[in-house]
């Protein structure tokens, strides 16, 4: 059978099935989401990041490296997606209707939307959002619908989902716990794993059995595992390397528990920790705290990175860091758990709202020594910052 006969056997025989929310959470995320929309003046977004693309209808398959759109408009939500990802479309989603395409005929996308576009609008020159900042729109896409619909208006759309998706729902709060429960199994069978003579590769592989022993899915990121001088340097991994005595085990591990992730980061010593280790320690440790005072309704990200930054500053000379003290986690897909919504940095003006949740990825990096790092997901909330993830906060060391 073609695809689309195998899309309608699917959905007599299976239907809807195995959704992480209820219809009324989806439908209330379309609901803000239209809601801005109007505020906007668009009559239709054009949905490309896969993330968003789960946030609004379920949809989630492990495939996200080929062209998938939800046009979404107050006339209904249509799916695109490629023929081998009908399945996936008509029984994982909530979308009102699903398309396909020849997966390996690229070139009969931007037709086949514009068809779905026209039956969801019903204006003669419409506005339509799309994001130019997101991977998942090909540019060869946009610019074939700006030149096949020269009478429609493309407009900047960024701004529209992340605000909704920033928020975190009560569901979601739960999918998080979850997630942070599977990673807290992996930073412990890692952390048991750290002694002189194993690899790097033995315990990234103690972790990612933990964390899939307990529930866990394929994994947004993979689990960061490096030792010694190769902790200093900064997105490095796992790589077949001894670990020697004395030296941190830098690991930062996160789950997926119905695509959301909750990470966490934690370093163990292979022998005693050096007091320049332990400095450093106390110096995350405080940072932490500077960071979770702050991170209140009302408060912008802004203003929590200044107090960090004070934190920070006996050794800011000395060590290196990234500069962004925390970044929002949700629903997320290879090859990043970071959710892009929003990052708590100097000259981010944005405003901290209840139940925004973000990862704190406190590592600082003495270049060519080492690299030492601590870290939590947590919540906001009106007494600031709330772990979800339960780290121990301690530098351990393992004879």
Same mark, same amino acid.
């Given at each position: 059978?073609?695809?689309?006969?195998?899309?309608?056997?699917?959905?007599?025989?299976?239907?809807?099935?195995?959704?992480?929310?209820?219809?009324?959470?989806?439908?209330?995320?379309?609901?803000?989401?239209?809601?801005?929309?109007?505020?906007?003046?668009?009559?239709?977004?054009?949905?490309?990041?896969?993330?968003? *693309?789960?946030?609004?209808?379920?949809?989630?398959?492990?495939?996200?490296? @080929?062209?998938?759109?939800?046009?979404?408009?107050?006339?209904?939500?249509?799916?695109?997606?490629?023929?081998?990802?009908?399945?996936?479309?008509?029984?994982?989603?909530?979308?009102?209707?699903?398309?396909?395409?020849?997966?390996?005929?690229?070139?009969?996308?931007?037709?086949?939307?514009?068809?779905?576009?026209?039956?969801?609008?019903?204006?003669?020159?419409?506005? @339509?959002?799309?994001?130019?900042?997101?991977?998942?729109?090909?540019?060869?896409?946009?610019?074939?619908?700006?030149?096949? %619909?020269?009478?429609?208006?493309?407009?900047?759309?960024?701004?529209?989902? &992340?605000? @909704?998706?920033?928020?975190?729902?009560?569901?979601?709060?739960?999918?998080?716990?979850?997630?942070?429960?599977?990673?807290?199994?992996?930073?412990?069978?890692?952390?048991?794993?750290?002694?002189?003579?194993?690899?790097?590769? &033995?315990?990234?592989?103690?972790?990612?059995? %933990?964390?899939?022993?307990?529930?866990?899915?394929?994994?947004?990121?993979?689990?960061?595992?490096?030792?010694?001088?190769?902790?200093?340097?900064?997105?490095?991994?796992?790589?077949?390397?001894? *670990?020697?005595?004395?030296?941190?085990?830098?690991?930062?591990?996160?789950?997926?528990?119905?695509?959301?992730?909750?990470?966490?980061?934690?370093?163990?010593?292979?022998?005693?920790?050096?007091?320049?280790?332990?400095?450093?320690?106390?110096?995350?440790?405080?940072?932490?705290?500077?960071?979770?005072?702050?991170?209140?309704?009302?408060? #912008?990200? &802004?203003?929590?990175?200044?107090?960090?930054?004070?934190?920070?500053?006996?050794?800011?000379?000395?060590?290196?860091?990234?500069?962004?003290?925390?970044?929002?986690?949700?629903?997320?897909?290879?090859?990043?758990?970071?959710?892009?919504?929003?990052?708590?940095?100097?000259?981010?003006?944005?405003?901290?709202?209840?139940?925004?949740?973000?990862?704190?990825?406190?590592?600082?990096?003495?270049?060519?020594?080492?690299?030492?790092?601590?870290? &939590?997901? @947590?919540?906001?909330?009106?007494?600031?910052?709330?772990?979800?993830?339960?780290?121990?906060? #301690?530098?351990?060391?393992?004879?």
């Amino acid at each position: 059978m073609d695809f689309q006969a195998y899309q309608q056997a699917l959905r007599q025989r299976v239907g809807v099935t195995g959704l992480a929310f209820t219809t009324d959470e989806y439908a209330r995320r379309q609901e803000a989401v239209l809601g801005r929309m109007a505020s906007a003046g668009l009559d239709a977004l054009l949905v490309t990041d896969p993330s968003d *693309i789960l946030y609004l209808t379920g949809y989630s398959t492990f495939e996200v490296s @080929v062209h998938t759109a939800l046009a979404l408009s107050n006339a209904g939500a249509t799916l695109q997606v490629p023929s081998i990802e009908t399945g996936p479309g008509v029984t994982g989603s909530v979308a009102d209707r699903v398309v396909g395409y020849r997966w390996e005929s690229g070139r009969t996308v931007v037709s086949q939307l514009l068809g779905e576009l026209r039956r969801l609008l019903d204006t003669r020159r419409p506005s @339509v959002g799309v994001d130019p900042w997101q991977p998942g729109l090909r540019p060869g896409v946009l610019d074939d619908l700006r030149e096949q %619909a020269t009478d429609w208006r493309f407009e900047d759309g960024s701004g529209i989902v &992340d605000p @909704v998706r920033l928020v975190k729902s009560d569901a979601e709060l739960d999918m998080l716990r979850a997630s942070a429960r599977v990673t807290e199994a992996g930073i412990e069978a890692a952390s048991r794993t750290v002694r002189a003579g194993a690899t790097d590769n &033995d315990v990234a592989a103690a972790a990612s059995q %933990a964390m899939l022993s307990a529930g866990g899915e394929f994994m947004s990121m993979q689990p960061i595992v490096v030792a010694g001088w190769r902790s200093s340097v900064i997105h490095t991994n796992h790589q077949r390397h001894r *670990i020697e005595a004395g030296e941190p085990v830098f690991m930062e591990l996160g789950a997926a528990w119905n695509r959301y992730t909750a990470p966490m980061m934690r370093t163990v010593v292979a022998g005693g920790a050096s007091p320049a280790m332990g400095e450093t320690f106390e110096t995350i440790r405080a940072i932490r705290d500077a960071l979770s005072r702050h991170m209140i309704p009302g408060e #912008t990200f &802004d203003r929590a990175a200044a107090e960090a930054e004070r934190a920070l500053a006996p050794l800011a000379e000395s060590v290196f860091f990234s500069g962004v003290y925390g970044y929002a986690v949700g629903a997320q897909f290879p090859p990043s758990w970071v959710e892009g919504t929003g990052f708590i940095a100097r000259g981010e003006e944005s405003v901290f709202q209840e139940n925004m949740v973000f990862h704190l990825p406190l590592c600082l990096r003495r270049p060519g020594e080492w690299g030492i790092g601590c870290s &939590d997901t @947590v919540r906001v909330t009106y007494s600031g910052a709330v772990p979800i993830t339960r780290n121990e906060w #301690t530098l351990p060391e393992r004879a």
